[in-house]
């Protein structure tokens, strides 16, 4: 190959290369639920190890979201109850010994933890999740870990050991009534955006060990359903009353699940999902069609931690039916980051989650991702993390909106100060009026542009900031190109993150 052939050769694919980026920049959408769990058991992504002190804590916790703020996520869905333990102070629960190192060790000097990340996550334009583990009360057998004021020894009936953990019997109506009572607590005592469960229902099967709830069963379910239906039934009525008490509260605060990755195969139902693998529904028994179907959670959060077209269990077959299967609510597909670097079928393809991402996000029936965890994307795995930063998310995007929880925007800042300091811009707005549903702003978002470009708040591109702080009222922008002119505008967002429309605009010409 002649050197000229070889030369038009690398800037045709360096024309290709570049293209595919701008295209892929274009298409990022403005709302996309880009969430990762924070996992707190076993010091899995935060603390880094238990009885740090608090400074080195919140130190640790702040670079985690700064660095995915930098990333473009929007969203942490953050664990503060591991095991019937809690990383926040205004609850019924001893503080956790993954914070501390021994469990009812409260921090020192003191401070909440769970308080401390809703206001920095909000900062930084994220959401928060409160991530409740609801069934697990102890994460071993080993009596020391466990105070003598947990709720293991204060109701030592309300649990079956099984896997060498201690569980909570979900078929005790008061085991029921105490969950549902913890998770008020930080509803009502927080600022929080969601409760989030993860797949911890009834316990993964272990060989040779049987859930010992037979005394429950014969109390409240025999001689009415199967011991799979009443099981099946008892996670329905916690998951129903759940949603039901949180949404009498606080209208606003989102409900979210992360079941396993298969609801049902086809071959046990004609509506389930072309896979062979492990059932949610039967050997979990988590009906997880059922919350969506029935709308008592206002998103689903698959774990599909399978690569494309895995035989068993293809992450494109499950996104698919989980999309197909959505009756109006959210799909933020969960997806297994932790594997990005092994070498079993499909992982050794160091594309294949940005594979996965493309797949998703052409279904218009999902509206976002969720990855597992922290860490992972922290320590960039196969590069996905310089993928997401770099390609898609190279652009900032709000939270999908939830109109069956409120389709009222707020009203609209004013922007009132556009002044030049040395190579920045200062704004300041006032918050808007209450609009007729009573919401003032919970938030903002910043746009510029440049003269002569269209103002279009429809295109992510032009947001210079979002931030879910209320009380935030001025902003420096210190990204300004000297001799350029600008445009500035803000919007106002409610809590379930509906925009105003935009505030006056105010152009300044940068020295």
């Not at 992450?315 to 297994?336: E, I, P, S």
């Not at 994307?377 to 652009?395: E, I, M, P």
Request: charged share 20%; aromatic share 14%; glycine share 6%.
């Amino acid at each position: 190959m002649s050197f000229m052939i070889r030369k038009y050769l690398q800037l045709f694919l360096l024309f290709v290369c570049c293209a595919s980026l701008v295209a892929q920049a274009q298409n990022n959408p403005k709302r996309e639920f880009r969430g990762a769990w924070v996992a707190t058991v076993s010091n899995i992504d935060w603390p880094s190890k238990p009885g740090l002190s608090t400074e080195e804590q919140k130190n640790e916790l702040l670079r985690i979201l700064d660095h995915h703020q930098q990333s473009g996520l929007n969203a942490v869905l953050f664990q503060i109850r591991p095991a019937a333990d809690a990383f926040y102070s205004k609850g019924r629960e001893p503080w956790s010994r993954f914070l501390t190192g021994s469990q009812g060790k409260a921090p020192d000097p003191l401070y909440d933890p769970l308080e401390f990340a809703i206001s920095e996550a909000h900062k930084r334009g994220m959401e928060l999740h409160a991530w409740f583990n609801p069934y697990r009360a102890t994460f071993d057998l080993i009596d020391r870990n466990t105070s003598a004021k947990h709720i293991t020894k204060q109701k030592p009936e309300w649990f079956f050991t099984y896997g060498g953990k201690k569980l909570f019997n979900p078929g005790l109506p008061e085991v029921r009534e105490y969950i549902i009572s913890v998770i008020m607590d930080v509803v009502r005592n927080y600022d929080i955006d969601g409760v989030h469960f993860d797949d911890y229902f009834y316990p993964y099967p272990t060989p040779g060990q049987v859930i010992a709830d037979n005394d429950a069963y014969q109390k409240y379910g025999a001689g009415l359903l199967s011991v799979d239906d009443w099981r099946r039934q008892n996670v329905d009525t916690l998951i129903h009353t759940v949603s039901d008490s949180i949404h009498r509260a606080k209208p606003y605060v989102k409900f979210g699940i992360s079941p396993f990755g298969i609801w049902k195969n086809q071959s046990q139902d004609p509506e389930g999902s072309a896979t062979t693998g492990l059932e949610g529904y039967s050997k979990l028994y988590g009906d997880a069609r059922k919350w969506v179907k029935s709308g008592w959670v206002d998103y689903i959060n698959p774990q599909i931690y399978f690569p494309m077209y895995y035989p068993a269990a293809a992450y494109d077959k499950l996104v698919d039916w989980w999309a197909k299967n959505a009756f109006g609510k959210h799909v933020y597909v969960g997806v297994g980051a932790y594997r990005a670097i092994e070498t079993k079928s499909g992982w050794q393809n160091r594309n294949q989650i940005p594979t996965q991402i493309r797949y998703s996000r052409r279904n218009p029936h999902v509206q976002g991702s969720v990855y597992f965890s922290s860490k992972s994307l922290r320590d960039n795995l196969a590069g996905l993390n310089d993928s997401l930063k770099n390609d898609f998310y190279n652009t900032h995007a709000l939270p999908p909106a939830m109109s069956w929880l409120d389709d009222v925007p707020p009203n609209h800042p004013l922007l009132v100060e556009v002044q030049m300091l040395y190579k920045s811009v200062q704004l300041r707005w006032v918050s808007p009026p209450e609009a007729k549903d009573g919401e003032t702003a919970s938030g903002y978002v910043i746009y510029r542009f440049k003269e002569g470009e269209k103002i279009d708040i429809s295109n992510p591109k032009n947001i210079l900031k979002i931030s879910f702080d209320a009380s935030l009222t001025e902003f420096k922008d210190q990204t300004v190109t000297s001799g350029t002119r600008y445009t500035y505008l803000i919007t106002a967002l409610d809590r379930v993150k509906n925009e105003s429309v935009p505030s006056n605009y105010v152009g300044i010409k940068a020295n």
